[in-house]
């Protein structure tokens, strides 16, 4: 069974960076997917990024140019670097993983995912 940690959250000002990371245990393929999603108190949980480990990645339209999604295979960690942050970016931030493959027009479908971690915040201010 996968199991993700995450950590990074923290308040910022709004144009600052954070670099989210979400440690992985438990996979014995080396064929998954990934992904960042996060959620707003009352909003559904919407993907923000994902990739495959063939190294394909996907990215909602909100977060283009400023986040990057990337797997460090050695330390068994997943990062989300996020930069020139926005007030409308403030969320809890949740990675997910799951075997196997998808087409890169579901990466970013939550119901896609069996392994989610615990959630990490992030707030942005103005």
């Known amino acids: 069974q996968i199991q993700l940690v995450e950590s990074g959250g923290a308040s910022v000002q709004a144009g600052g960076s954070l670099r989210l990371s979400c440690e992985v245990s438990g996979y014995t393929s080396s064929n998954y997917y990934m992904g960042w999603f996060r959620q707003v108190p009352g909003k559904e949980r919407e993907g923000v990024a994902g990739l495959h480990t063939d190294g394909r990645t996907r990215y909602a339209d909100s977060v ?3 986040f990057t999604i990337s797997l460090d295979n050695a330390k068994n960690t ?3 670097q996020m930069n020139s942050l926005k007030p409308e970016d403030t969320a809890i931030y949740y ?3 799951d075997r196997g493959h998808v087409d890169d027009l579901y990466l970013l479908i939550k119901s896609q995912y069996l392994y989610w971690g615990q959630g990490t915040q992030v707030t942005v201010s103005s």
Request: some cysteine; aromatic content about 12%; hydrophobic content about 45%.
């Open 64 to 66: 283009k140019g400023r």
């Open 95 to 97: 990675c997910a993983a």
């Open 78 to 80: 997943l990062y989300l």
